[in-house]
């Protein structure tokens, strides 16, 4: 399979543990997005990524959430002190950089904060 | 069947028939536009997407059809099958977005054989 992986797909979890989830783009990706979405919400964007540079953060991500993309392949997406309301699912996105912005996305990274 | 105007969260259908999902964008600057059908525990997947300097893309069973005077978008399916129910979201690119699609509120298809 060639397409957009993430892992886990699932993560439960107790209120203040940290968390990290993985994404591993479309090998010829240059551009990784990361997009958070609720029960009955479309997909919300939090951070992209061109190569291994961070260019944009939405104000969602909050200080207790970084993301990294050390070599410009994968990325990770952290957070840190989990409450409760970050249970949703996290989602990747990515595509080339030639394309106009027609984005792949991976199955989602489903989590759980009790 | 067709969610007609103002958005609706659900369409039903019978097996054959021809659907029709409305969306309406906010950004009247956004250059480019993409529907999305989301099955349960799956990410989006992609169905086709259309420029602002189109009005309308054919693809194989599914149209989009781009009214920019109005901001409006639609999704037509021809001859609904059961495999096509799902969640469907139309996203949009408005240039102060850099680089992300924001989404619209989801439309739920139920087809029934």
């Known amino acids: 399979d060639t397409g957009v992986s993430q892992d886990p797909r699932h993560k439960i979890t107790k209120r203040g543990q940290n968390v990290t989830f993985r994404c591993d783009p479309i090998s010829e990706h240059n551009r990784l997005y990361w997009y958070r979405q609720t029960l009955g919400q479309g997909p919300e964007f939090l951070t992209y990524f061109q190569n291994e540079a961070q260019l944009e953060k939405s104000r969602l991500l909050s200080d207790r959430f970084s993301a990294e993309r050390p070599k410009g392949s994968f990325s990770t997406l952290e957070i840190q002190r989990t409450e409760q309301g970050d249970s949703a699912m996290y989602l990747c996105a990515s595509r080339p950089g030639s394309s106009y912005n027609e984005q792949f996305f991976g199955p989602g990274t489903r989590l759980t904060v009790l | 069947g067709e969610s007609v105007g103002l958005h609706l969260p659900t369409l039903s259908v019978q097996e054959g028939d021809n659907s029709i999902i409305n969306c309406a964008y906010s950004n009247s600057a956004s250059d480019y536009f993409i529907w999305y059908k989301q099955e349960s525990g799956k990410g989006p997947q992609f169905i086709i997407d259309i420029r602002s300097n189109m009005d309308k893309r054919q693809g194989q069973r599914v149209t989009v059809l781009l009214n920019k005077t109005v901001k409006h978008l639609s999704l037509q399916i021809a001859a609904t099958q059961p495999g096509d129910s799902a969640v469907y979201f139309c996203?949009?690119?408005?240039?102060?977005?850099?680089?992300?699609?924001?989404f619209g509120k989801g439309t739920t298809l139920s087809v029934s054989s």
């Open positions: 996203a949009e690119s408005p240039p102060q977005a850099g680089t992300a699609l924001i």
